[in-house]
């Protein structure tokens, strides 16, 4: 019995384990089978509590610590990287003529704007840029994207405490005799302190965003691979000026940029006809790094306050011509300019003699100029001016762009030289919204011939000077701006070395080709239209003024012929979209 049992048992282990539980055994061994089968599971299980309770324990480390040390910056990108895909895929799969296009554009800006949101820091940066050239994006983003410029962000004073003393040492309250720990003012990349010198003089501290640090490097990554996936799925060009754009942003966040850009800006402005008229704030090297910047306090009225400054006794006229004459000549004649004129970075001030200045601040961004590139934006508003429509179409090719006649006609603001233009709009307002936005998308895919010819600091010029007309506009129109711009060019011709090499706006003489003649010719009446114009306005608005009523200035003019312009390419713009309605409102 007992080797019976035996052979068996050797029997019993070389069978498999599935064919043991289909085989028919004495109940002893059956019993013993399945105990011996089922042995392992409480093992396996243990493991996969084991596994799932490491991964929550890992995960939520790494998210307390990128929390309390790296100011959420992993976080911020996962939210990035997860909101924009799903922006990406509803528009892969709801972008179609049978879909409702204006309630796709509605929910990714209203996703879009959270992110920014929440986020903050960089992204609102980005937002703003986005804001100010929202003409190219579809009405739904332009209305979300209206008050971007109320979503600065501010730190608790423990943060900027803390900066504080890695920038100037543990004992930095003992440098000064008072600090605000609240702060006056605050912006996407910094906010600002009122301060006291030991010696009584009062400053301010421009202090870093604590969390700008640890979120740029991954904040730029993002932006640029997300415009690169964008471009490869709609076949749009989106990341051409990617690069470009990243590093003005990395100068920006460098506080010893802005530092160096100040003192440029100071001693251009103090060797030029704006020495006293215009001025810089005092800096203080000693209590400034690379994350902070102490500067004279300024005593005065910011541009954002525009009721404030007509209430007051300030030349509005003087101060808005010297603002625009200034920045003119930054273009033209120095070839380095701010390249954020927004209002809130202008306060006009009193001085001793009670003779009115204005202090221009925040030099964050500020761009220099090649010499060949100030040589061919004079060409090119030397040609618009002269309506020189061959001169123009030469210029976009130049500049590695292949829709010439749409170049043409939104740089001078005429169809002439455009081939079939009204035929084209006129099929343009027939089509649905949905095709509407594919011919945006197509002039977009056609724009450029070679982006790489492109000059980058074009779109910054373009983004500053949109501010001029708005800042203009705000204070009801009262200087010719363009103008001013014609007679800087004028003058640069003229005296500077680089650009003298043009002689079409000298005096006409004998020598002169017919040519040159007639080309001074249209120079001067174009000129002469332009002042007729701004008068006839200005005019106008005076009269409509005196019986209650409001007509458009100059300034709105210009604005409903850029809106035609537009709209016959296919932007879906109305009144209002180019912000001049809503100026007052959206920079308070």
């Given at each position: 019995m007992i ?15 599935a064919s ?23 093992k ?19 998210y307390?610590a ?39 554009h ?45 979503q ?12 504080l ?12 005799s ?5 702060p ?11 301060a ?21 490097e ?7 691979n997300?415009?690169?996936?964008y ?10 000026s ?9 100068k ?11 003192t440029?800006f ?6 030029s006809?704006?020495k ?6 005092q800096l203080?090297p ?8 102490t500067?004279?306090y ?22 808005l ?41 925040d ?24 309506l ?19 170049f043409v ?17 006129e ?6 919204n ?5 011919v ?16 980058q ?6 983004r ?20 001013i ?11 500077d070395?680089v ?13 002169l ?40 200035t100059?300034e709105?003019?210009?604005e ?29």
């Amino acid at each position: 019995m007992i080797l019976l049992e035996a052979s068996r048992l050797r029997i019993l282990t070389r069978i498999p384990r599935a064919s043991f539980r289909a085989t028919n055994f004495a109940p002893g061994y059956i019993s013993r089978s399945f105990s011996t089968a089922s042995s392992g599971k409480p093992k396996a299980k243990g493991k996969f509590v084991k596994f799932v309770a490491f991964f929550l324990a890992t995960g939520s480390f790494a998210y307390y610590a990128d929390n309390k040390w790296a100011h959420s910056a992993v976080t911020r990108t996962v939210r990035s990287l997860s909101v924009l895909t799903s922006i990406l895929i509803d528009y892969k799969l709801h972008f179609n003529v049978d879909d409702d296009i204006s309630s796709l554009h509605e929910r990714s800006a209203t996703k879009l704007l959270e992110l920014i949101v929440s986020n903050k820091g960089l992204y609102v940066k980005v937002g703003q840029i986005m804001a100010l050239q929202s003409a190219i994006f579809p009405k739904e983003f332009r209305e979300k994207f209206r008050h971007l410029y109320d979503q600065a962000p501010r730190d608790d004073w423990s943060e900027v405490d803390g900066l504080l003393a890695k920038e100037l040492g543990n004992d930095y309250r003992e440098k000064f005799s008072s600090i605000e720990e609240i702060p006056i003012a605050s912006a996407s990349i910094a906010q600002v302190h009122e301060a006291t010198l030991l010696d009584g003089t009062k400053v301010i501290l421009k202090v870093q965003h604590p969390a700008i640090a640890h979120q740029l490097e991954l904040d730029l990554f993002t932006f640029k691979n997300v415009l690169r996936l964008y471009e490869w799925v709609f076949e749009v060009p989106l990341s051409f000026s990617a690069d470009y754009i990243i590093g003005e942003m990395r100068k920006e966040v460098d506080f010893k940029v802005e530092y160096n850009n100040t003192t440029t800006f100071g001693n251009l402005v103090n060797n030029s006809e704006f020495k006293g008229i215009i001025s810089v704030p005092q800096l203080y090297p000693a209590f400034s790094t690379s994350r902070l910047i102490t500067m004279e306090y300024i005593e005065g009225i910011s541009l954002v306050n525009s009721e404030a400054i007509k209430a007051s006794s300030f030349d509005v006229h003087q101060l808005l011509e010297v603002l625009i004459r200034c920045y003119a000549k930054q273009i033209y004649s120095w070839g380095f300019f701010h390249a954020d004129p927004h209002p809130g970075n202008f306060i006009v001030r009193r001085q001793g003699d009670n003779s009115q200045q204005l202090v221009v601040i925040d030099f964050g961004l500020c761009i220099s100029l090649t010499d060949d590139f100030r040589r061919t934006y004079s060409d090119l508003w030397r040609a618009i001016l002269e309506l020189d429509y061959d001169k123009l179409a030469a210029i976009s090719k130049k500049w590695g762009i292949q829709s010439t006649d749409m170049f043409v006609a939104m740089t001078s603001m005429s169809t002439r030289g455009v081939k079939d233009l009204e035929e084209r709009a006129e099929k343009i307002k027939n089509l649905s919204n949905y095709e509407k936005q594919l011919v945006i998308r197509d002039n977009l895919v056609n724009f450029f011939e070679n982006s790489d010819k492109f000059p980058q600091c074009l779109s910054f010029i373009a983004r500053s000077m949109r501010m001029i007309q708005l800042l203009n506009y705000k204070y009801g129109s009262t200087v010719n701006r363009l103008k001013i711009f014609n007679d800087e060019l004028t003058k640069a011709l003229k005296e500077d070395i680089v650009l003298s090499v043009r002689s079409n706006l000298d005096k006409p003489s004998f020598r002169l080709s017919l040519l040159q003649v007639y080309r001074y010719a249209v120079f001067t009446i174009v000129k002469l239209v332009i002042n007729l114009m701004f008068n006839f306005y200005r005019l106008r608005s005076a009269i409509f003024a005196k019986f209650n009523k409001q007509a458009n200035t100059f300034e709105q003019q210009l604005e409903a012929q850029m809106l035609n312009m537009g709209n016959n390419f296919g932007l879906q713009l109305e009144k209002g979209d180019l912000f001049l309605d809503n100026a007052n409102n959206d920079w308070k």
